[in-house]
């Protein structure tokens, strides 16, 4: 689990991303849970929407099944999952931790 808390802006997210793509060539891992609960997101809506195709360029893949749990669902966050999905990511939106990690572990 990956757990991010303050103002998250795009420099932030970057490096975020960045940390997580290491991670994920060194480990391999196939479910990633994030909890943003405490982050205030700073992103704008052109910056979500872009932002899946930023990670396949960046090398992360689509085979990755990815939850995100929020404190509140908010539009552009949900921007972000339906453009994941136009682009063939397995990417869920969720309020309730133990509801996210149920779908993580489903096949």
Same mark, same amino acid.
């Given at each position: 689990m990956c757990r991010i808390s303050g103002d998250v802006d795009p420099s932030l997210e970057d490096a975020f991303t #960045?940390?997580?793509l290491s991670l994920w060539k060194e480990h391999g891992f196939k479910r990633l849970l994030n909890d943003l609960r405490e982050a205030n997101l700073k992103l704008s809506t052109p910056? =979500?929407?872009? /932002?899946p195709k930023r990670l @396949? #360029? &960046?090398?992360?893949?689509r /085979? +990755?099944?990815?939850a995100l749990v929020v404190s509140r669902a908010e539009i552009d966050?949900? =921007?972000? @999952?339906?453009a994941s999905y136009i682009r063939?990511?397995? +990417? $869920?939106i969720f309020r309730d931790p133990e509801e &996210? $990690?149920?779908w =993580?572990? $489903?096949?």
């Open positions: #960045d940390e997580t910056y =979500l929407y872009f /932002l @396949e #360029d &960046a090398g992360f893949s /085979l +990755v099944k990815r966050i949900t =921007l972000f @999952e339906m063939g990511h397995q +990417v $869920k &996210a $990690k149920q =993580l572990m $489903k096949e």
